[in-house]
């Protein structure tokens, strides 16, 4: 399998994943980690979805709980993986992402938000962003239907909202 066919795979996993995460009056967020190692069928260890508002979570961004469904790895396992998210991911991800040393990550789109990706690639790690137009579209329409919302997961402050 090519990286262009394990990428579309990682991604689709990763919109399926936004998808209920909107279904379900989520932040349509979604991410999955695929374990590709030279020589071998490549594998998705998780895919998972932003659930701060299901769970009224502080942290469970998309790509942290896509880490947190892959459960404990062995560090070797997330050095020949890539990191699929349908948003650039915001600096809490990128550090997680940074800190067990993913060396690959694919974003569905940034136009609607941009994270942490310089950081990203100043310490050495691949970033690809596909600028997929189902990614835009899902977050756009959140994010007119329910800015408030958008705004916390980001974590900036918005005036009458207190």
């Known amino acids: 399998m090519s990286l262009q066919e394990i ?4 991604l689709q996993a990763a919109i399926a994943q936004a998808k209920k995460s909107y279904s379900e009056g989520g932040i349509p967020i ?18 998972s979805h932003n659930q701060r508002i299901q769970k009224e979570s502080a942290t469970l961004h998309g790509e942290i709980s896509a880490l947190e469904a892959a459960g404990r790895l062995k560090a070797q396992i997330y050095r020949e993986s890539t990191i699929y998210t349908t948003l650039s991911p915001c600096m809490m991800c990128t550090g997680a992402i940074l800190l067990y040393k993913i060396p690959r990550v694919v974003i569905g789109e940034n136009k609607n938000f941009v994270g942490g990706e310089e950081l990203l690639k100043s310490n050495g790690v691949e970033v690809i962003v596909l600028e997929n137009e189902e990614c835009k579209e899902l977050m756009t329409k959140f994010m007119q239907e329910k800015p408030e919302e958008w705004f916390e997961d980001i974590g900036e402050y918005t005036p009458g909202t207190d």
């Open 30 to 47: 979604g991410s999955s980690l695929v374990h590709h190692p030279k020589g071998s069928t490549p594998k998705i260890l998780a895919a």
């Open 7 to 10: 990428d579309a795979l990682g």
